[in-house]
């Protein structure tokens, strides 16, 4: 159990992406930077992970988790959406709006990632398999709807709504995910979107922070 006076957020001790940003625990801390709250950083190695103290906090073993006094938060979408919800800058105030932005957030972790997620099983963990060159191409044509829905969503619009909320935070958090896999290179509008979030002193704040060594 913590004693700092600050929220403790837990993170690779050395990330699998080698300080890409692609780490869930970035979303946090730019969500962190964005409200101004700080915090302390407790990075964990692999085994640490898997310890009975940290699946305390966490049941499945990963990151990030999150604990402010009495509250201990795993999922990076709902410690997002409850630093939104505490502080004031990444939900519109109006009602109707704040509800739209939230609605993002859940876009973004249930309709937009796991295809993503699925095309890199398929690059990565599926490649050795006999139906690897058949399956790859259907997994990249469900990303490229999943990109065409979003941007003619998104349109000429700077953001999904009328301001730059924690969906969008979510939202880019996710596609920054394909920049290597080449899909968005056809797609401007959404490479200009992402652009726009990676331009935010927030975000580039908290990809310092995680790219620093440890």
């Known amino acids: 159990m913590t ?11 050395q990330s699998p992406d080698g300080g890409r940003g692609l780490a869930r625990d970035m979303r946090v801390r730019w969500a962190l930077e964005e409200v101004g709250q700080p915090y302390e950083l407790r990075p964990l190695s692999f085994a640490a992970m898997k310890s009975a103290a940290h699946r305390a ?3 499945f073993g990963q990151i990030p988790t999150y604990q402010d006094g009495e509250l201990r938060l795993f999922e990076s979408g709902a410690i997002v959406l409850h630093l939104a919800e505490r502080h004031p800058g990444l939900l519109p105030a109006e ?26 099983n ?12 058949q ?8 990303v490229r709807q999943r990109l065409d829905d979003l941007s003619a969503r998104l349109g000429g619009a700077d953001w999904l709504e ?14 920054l995910r394909l920049r290597p896999s080449g899909l968005l290179d ?15 002193p927030a ?4 990809f310092a922070s995680q790219a620093l060594p440890s």
């Not at 009328?162 to 596609?175: E, H, K, N, R």
């Not at 975000?203 to 908290?206: I, L, N, T």
């Open 3 to 13: 004693t700092s006076a600050l929220p403790v957020l837990t993170a690779f001790e």
């Open 57 to 59: 906090l966490h049941p």
């Open 95 to 120: 009602a109707n709006a704040r509800a739209r932005a939230i609605a993002w957030i859940f876009a973004a972790l249930n309709t937009v990632e796991p295809p993503i997620l699925d095309l890199f």
């Open 122 to 133: 398929a690059k990565v963990l599926e490649r050795e398999q006999p139906w690897h060159r």
């Open 135 to 142: 399956r790859l191409p259907l997994v990249e044509e469900r």
């Open 162 to 175: 009328a301001g730059f909320s924690a969906g969008d935070l979510m939202m880019i958090s996710v596609l």
């Open 186 to 200: 056809g797609n401007p509008a959404l490479g200009a979107y992402i652009a726009r979030g990676e331009s935010r």
């Open 203 to 206: 975000y580039q704040r908290a």
